[in-house]
């Protein structure tokens, strides 16, 4: 969110450069509890969508199988993935909405503090900008997370597939 949120700071600005100078930054400009800034709904986050995403693969694979087929074709596998990818987005994105606002929040000033909780932001977000507020950003995040849940799924569910065959397990 570098960029994104204008603090009063000194007159050189704050820059964070990769992940050590990220975390070092955090520490020494907002303080050691700014590293679990977001850490609830980050996660309700992966609760949510990681079940959804892995629950409904095998299910979703089998629609897309044609009936009588052996065994399961790269492209149903790839049509399952990116399906399942983005219905836990759509289902999961106000808790994506509130992790990346509450760690905004975290590095207001106390006084300037929008949300004092996870569940404070989800209602603040929803009382403030509407319902549809928790679902902003949705379609970039479903293209995003389709692609990466296809890798992953299908990438595991193939290399899977050949360690059975091989009888390696």
Do not use: H
Not at 72 to 87: E, F, H, I, M, S
Not at 114 to 132: K, L, M, Q, S, W
């Amino acid at each position: 969110i570098q960029g994104e949120v204008r603090i009063p700071r000194s007159t050189s600005t704050v820059e964070y450069r990769g992940v050590l100078g990220t975390l070092s930054t955090m520490v020494r400009t907002e303080g050691p509890r700014s590293l679990y800034s977001g850490l609830a709904a980050g996660l309700q986050r992966q609760m949510s969508f990681a079940s959804i995403r892995i629950g409904l693969y095998d299910s979703v694979k089998q629609l897309y199988t044609p009936k009588g087929a052996e065994s399961t074709g790269l492209a149903a596998r790839v049509l399952a993935g990116c399906t399942t990818g983005a219905v836990a987005v759509t289902c999961a994105q106000p808790t994506d909405v509130v992790k990346v606002r509450f760690q905004a929040n975290g590095a207001q000033p106390d006084g300037v503090r929008r949300y004092n909780g996870t569940v404070d932001a989800y209602r603040t977000i929803a009382r403030e900008e509407g319902v549809r507020g928790l679902w902003r950003g949705t379609l970039p995040n479903i293209a995003r997370n389709a692609i990466i849940n296809c890798g992953e799924l299908v990438t595991y569910d193939l290399i899977k597939d050949a360690v059975l065959r091989a009888q390696l397990m």
